[in-house]
């Protein structure tokens, strides 16, 4: 695992407290997608976290497994959610039966997988017509401000436009869809959430705090009640195997 996978372990109190969850209408896709319902569905929610996934999941009655590769995110988790089993495992080495489940999922984890690796991985513990449902909730650009937001990140990072996500080949076609979706919270939870990400984590605490200082001084007249919408569109694909 690279060095911004493994930085979640020492911030997953504040991961489970800030990063935003995911809306009804996402498992209502999963499910028109996967052609079965959630209920009674044997699931593992790979790359779990702290359990933001697995638990609503988990409230739609499928019998879900979380896979979790860090220590700290795997406390957390064990923390908040003590009725779900976890175990430790990552993508790339599923340590689960074959053919034993009916869905596979990764919530904001797929990327942090070798598809060489974690393609012939999902297609060995699905069991025939089994699906693997990868999804990201993205940031809405089409907001204008979260679209300023979103550039002053790249500026800031060095980083070019962000392409469309590659979907991974040896699995059949995807299924696509989008969910949009707000949530409103404060402005300080706001910017804790954008803290939380792996590239902040990494880049050390004086930098981020710079950042952040400045941050909240553009963000600061925007919001005057300090609460902030933030819009997100869930991106989800579905592959049934």
Request: aromatic content about 8%; proline content about 6%; charged content about 20%.
């Amino acid at each position: 695992m690279t060095t911004r996978a493994r930085s979640f372990d020492a911030a997953a109190a504040s991961y489970a407290a800030h990063r935003p969850s995911y809306p009804p209408a996402l498992l209502d896709a999963v499910e028109s997608l996967t052609g079965r319902p959630l209920a009674g569905a044997r699931v593992a929610d790979v790359g779990a976290g702290t359990g933001i996934a697995t638990a609503l999941l988990h409230e739609r009655g499928a019998e879900v497994l979380a896979v979790e590769p860090g220590d700290g995110m795997a406390a957390e988790f064990r923390r908040a959610h003590p009725g779900i089993p976890i175990v430790r495992g990552d993508g790339d080495r599923l340590p689960l039966a074959t053919g034993a489940f009916d869905l596979l999922t990764y919530a904001q984890a797929w990327h942090w997988t070798d598809p060489a690796r974690s393609v012939p991985e999902a297609r060995r513990v699905l069991r025939p017509g089994g699906a693997l449902a990868l999804w990201w909730n993205d940031a809405d650009a089409t907001v204008p401000w979260i679209a300023a937001q979103e550039e002053r990140l790249r500026v800031f990072f060095g980083v070019e436009e962000e392409t469309h996500r590659t979907l991974p080949e040896g699995l059949g076609g995807f299924t696509t869809r989008s969910v949009t979706w707000t949530r409103r919270i404060t402005l300080d939870d706001h910017l804790a959430n954008l803290a939380s990400h792996s590239a902040f984590l990494v880049l050390g605490e004086d930098r981020t705090r710079a950042y952040f200082a400045g941050e909240r001084e553009l963000l600061n007249p925007l919001f005057p009640d300090g609460i902030v919408e933030e819009q997100y569109v869930v991106n989800l694909s579905v592959a049934v195997v």
